[in-house]
T-cell receptor, first 114, second 117 residues
Framework: DAKTTQPTSMDCAEGRAANLPCNHS???????VYWYRQIHSQGPQYIIH???NNETNEMASLIITEDRKSSTLILPHATLRDTAVYYC???????????????FGKGTKLSVKP | EAGVAQSPRYKIIEKRQSVAFWCNPI?????LYWYQQILGQGPKLLIQ????????DSQLPKDRFSAERLKGVDSTLKIQPAKLEDSAVYLC???????????????FGPGTRLTVT
């Protein structure tokens, strides 16, 4: 599975949008981009995933560049409870076949400040 | 829907002792994973089960770690004997086998924090 590069840490003011970048320049055609986050003392939590189109759900938006070599996770109105480590992962998905594993890096520690 | 359950939440043992962790996945999830997360790092996959069969255990230190999922539901991870470097959080996760549901999204439990002294 491809590797990703993320900044070690970021700060964001409460109520503002948090934009978390991720580089995945060696991503393959059948690899999806997944984002998980881990709040202190909890297990990781799924946020969103995408292949090549932009995606939005109740938690966040995912913007993937046209060449798929990078992406940005957007939390539109960050709250203090969004303080967490955010992991960007690329994972192979084969319908009905063997799956790639989630390979976690160190992620980005997002601190939302009042 | 109930989440992934794990117990105990915390465990302190001395080196060379043995320890076991238990996981109950989300009902209907055929795939179960055990991860090890050392402080300051992301989780690392130890073993993956599909029903009661092992799919991937390439990163499981088999000289001291073992895991089973006898009836394809609950799972147990054991360490015997423990070393100081086994101090970590052990996370269990499960996923649905139906990609139409969530494209194999994994749901994680709260983890068991193990301290080896």
């Amino acid at each position: 599975d491809a590797k990703t590069t993320q900044p070690t840490s970021m700060d964001c003011a409460e109520g503002r949008a948090a934009n978390l970048p991720c580089n995945h320049s060696t991503i393959s055609g059948n690899e999806y981009v997944y984002w998980y986050r881990q709040i202190h003392s909890q297990g990781p939590q799924y946020i969103i995933h995408g292949l090549k189109n932009n995606e939005t759900n109740e938690m966040a938006s995912l913007i993937i560049t046209e060449d798929r070599k990078s992406s940005t996770l957007i939390l539109p109105h960050a709250t203090l409870r969004d303080t967490a480590v955010y992991y960007c992962i690329v994972k192979r998905v084969n319908y009905g076949g063997s799956q790639g594993n989630l390979i976690f890096g160190k992620g980005t520690k997002l601190s939302v400040k009042p | 829907e109930a989440g992934v359950a794990q117990s105990p939440r915390y465990k302190i043992i001395e080196k060379r002792q043995s320890v076991a962790f238990w996981c109950n996945p989300i009902s209907g999830h055929a795939t179960l994973y055990w991860y090890q997360q050392i402080l300051g790092q992301g989780p690392k996959l130890l073993i993956q089960f599909q029903n009661n069969g092992v799919v991937d255990d390439s990163q499981l230190p088999k000289d001291r770690f073992s895991a089973e999922r006898l009836k394809g539901v609950d799972s147990t991870l054991k360490i015997q004997p423990a070393k100081l470097e086994d101090s970590a959080v052990y996370l269990c996760a499960s996923s649905s086998p139906d990609p139409r549901v969530t494209l194999y999204e994994q749901y994680f439990g709260p983890g068991t924090r193990l301290t080896v002294t």
